[in-house]
């Protein structure tokens, strides 16, 4: 196993370059040396304005968070409801069983 695995990283290693892809020459890339860029500078005229609609996405998430809240509020007081209707069954229960049991 070791030797496979020696054979295998030997054989990427000598065919690695052969198969790799060599990065096509652009023609903007020899433009982008700082040297050219510090040449080319302009001023930005106007104001820079980010226009991304983030209100209607902020109201989105609100709504969402607020039907969560809601929906668990509304299961949580169903299952207090349901508790409380079993305490109630089992207290009727206990007070049958205990007459039940006082009587000769």
């Known amino acids: 196993m070791k030797q496979l695995i020696t054979a295998l990283a ?12 060599e990065p096509e020459a652009d023609e903007s890339a020899e433009e982008g040396s700082p040297d050219d860029r510090q ?24 709504g969402v968070a607020w039907l969560l809240v809601v929906f668990y509020l509304w299961r949580l007081a169903g299952l207090s409801r349901r508790t409380a209707a079993d305490v109630d069954a089992l207290h009727h229960a206990v007070r049958n069983a205990s007459e039940e049991k006082d009587r000769p």
């Open 10 to 21: 030997l054989a990427f290693t000598l065919t690695g370059p052969t198969l790799a892809q």
């Open 39 to 62: 040449a080319s500078f302009q001023q930005v005229t106007g104001p820079q304005v980010e226009d991304v609609p983030g209100g209607a996405l902020l109201i989105g998430a609100y």
